[in-house]
């Protein structure tokens, strides 16, 4: 493999890795996102998701 295709297998690692960590703490803050990660199972990343998806409220009740 050349050294240009490692280098952007790293970069894109850290990229996914730097948006890991901002998406895990982000939800923190949405009344929704929060109230989601409190059921087992939902962790911050499926909890951001459901919020961005802005699935209806009769759905989640």
Not at 7 to 30: C, F, M, N, Y
């Amino acid at each position: 493999m050349p050294k240009s295709a490692d280098w952007d297998a790293g970069r894109l690692i850290s990229q996914i890795l730097e948006l890991d960590v901002e998406v895990t703490h982000r939800p923190r803050g949405k009344e929704m996102a929060h109230w989601l990660m409190k059921v087992p199972g939902i962790g911050p990343h499926v909890a951001t998701a459901l919020v961005a998806l802005s699935i209806p409220n009769w759905i989640l009740h």
